[in-house]
């Protein structure tokens, strides 16, 4: 009962913008990351690998059309996708979402990639 993702509709903060039979794309405010959502699978997966294919498909085929509407809506310059999952990958809600945020080229850290912090040598393990 406690899933943001099960039951979205208990956080006034969020809205579902679109969905479709398989998944929703969710977003809130943003002071940041303007434009940015959720695409999420409406059963309960923890991760994006326990996926079935009807939910890959789905998941597709809305992301197709959030590109659409953030064009329209923002005119980003490019995107940055991506799942994170369990809780070293970055996962803070086990419910599998789709990270999609729009990219603009006056941003700070505009050119900047997802692998960009990742590559960092403070991220270097230490093989003993």
Request: with cysteine.
């Amino acid at each position: 009962m406690s899933c943001p993702f099960c039951f979205p509709e208990k956080d006034r903060e969020q809205s579902i913008v679109l969905n479709n039979e398989y998944c929703f794309f969710v977003q809130k405010p943003q002071e940041v990351l303007i434009g940015s959502g959720l695409i999420v699978p409406k059963m309960h997966r923890d991760t994006a690998f326990e996926l079935t294919p009807e939910e890959w498909q789905a998941t597709f085929d809305l992301l197709q059309q959030v590109k659409e509407l953030l064009d329209k809506e923002y005119a980003p310059q490019g995107y940055n996708l991506g799942w994170n999952c369990g809780r070293v990958g970055g996962q803070e809600i086990f419910h599998a979402h789709l990270h999609v945020i729009p990219r603009f080229e006056d941003e700070p850290l505009a050119g900047k990639g997802i692998r960009y912090w990742l590559k960092q040598t403070m991220n270097q393990r230490s093989l003993r």
